[in-house]
């Protein structure tokens, strides 16, 4: 279980990412973070890596106060948060195989690492993951030889290497298609099913969010304006979280069809509706 209480990131200028962010989320939920460009959505999950130092409050995982920690501490409790990025962070030069053993880097030590030389545990494992995501055939292909969809399955791949016990998803979607989108998303809701993964996903697409979240948080100007199911984001919880808008529910089906078609997810979705809708109000 993650528990956030109070976290608050200030940054020198005064200003405010988060203000007093308190979450708790259980094994085996899947949550997605939605709000605005500028909404703190990134530097929470940030913040829970340490990837960003909280000014203030507590995170814990487990019975782990992530706050307090630091040096091999902080490294050996990372391998417990599997991250999932917006831009896949593959090495390009490297295989598939190679890019998802990187998942246990933290683990093997310089030597082994550098020589490519991993416990056999972990490869027959990555053998496994890489079947799981649907990349059998591209174990010896270059990462840059990749499409989109099968950069961001080597990405969750490498991740779920790490045997971890939370998965912070940053953007996972924001190019890809949409029909590869809900596939991703599908793909990481079944994942945590199977292993009991708790996942924050930072996803501008609200559609995908409604889809496939157990569970949604809403963030405006660095605080939690809602939280709750997805069938409770009605038309007035949008305009809380993103402001004024004509908020049809034409647009946000729990089926995503209507938003998908619109627009590219990398598009925020009061932009997204204007621009299927011509602009008009």
């Not at 990131?9 to 973070?33: C, F």
């Not at 019975?63 to 962070?89: H, K, N, P, V």
């Not at 990749?146 to 939370?166: F, K």
Request: charged share 25%; glycine share 8%.
């Amino acid at each position: 279980m993650l528990t956030l209480s109070q976290v608050t990131k200030r940054y020198p200028t005064g200003d405010r990412a988060l203000t007093d962010i308190d979450l708790t989320l259980p094994a085996g939920q899947v949550m997605a973070l939605i709000g605005p460009s500028g909404a703190g959505k990134s530097t929470l999950i940030r913040c829970v890596n340490r990837l960003v130092e909280p000014t203030s409050g507590s995170i814990r995982l487990g019975d782990t106060e992530l706050t307090r920690l630091s040096g091999r501490e902080l490294r050996r409790a990372r391998r417990a948060m599997g991250m999932i990025f917006q831009e896949y962070a593959l090495v390009d030069r490297l295989t598939v195989m190679e890019n998802v053993l990187s998942g246990r880097l933290g683990q093997v030590g310089f030597w082994r690492s550098f020589l490519r030389r991993y416990p056999a545990d972990a490869v027959t494992e990555a053998f496994r993951l890489l079947e799981r995501v649907g990349l059998p055939h591209a174990i010896d292909k270059r990462a840059d030889a990749l499409s989109g969809g099968q950069r961001q399955r080597v990405g969750i791949a490498r991740a779920l290497l790490q045997d971890p016990q939370l998965l912070l998803v940053d953007e996972p979607t924001a190019s890809l298609d949409p029909k590869t989108s809900r596939q991703i998303m599908r793909l990481i809701r079944e994942l945590c099913a199977e292993r009991e993964l708790g996942a924050i996903i930072n996803i501008h697409d609200v559609a995908l969010a409604r889809q496939f979240a157990d569970r949604i948080a809403g963030l405006r100007a660095g605080e939690i304006v809602f939280d709750g199911r997805p069938e409770a984001l009605d038309a007035e919880t949008l305009t809380t979280i993103y402001g004024e808008e004509n908020w049809g529910e034409e647009e946000w089906d729990t089926q995503g069809q209507a938003a998908d078609e619109a627009s590219s997810s990398s598009v925020e979705p009061a932009t997204r509706l204007s621009l299927a809708t011509g602009g008009a109000s």
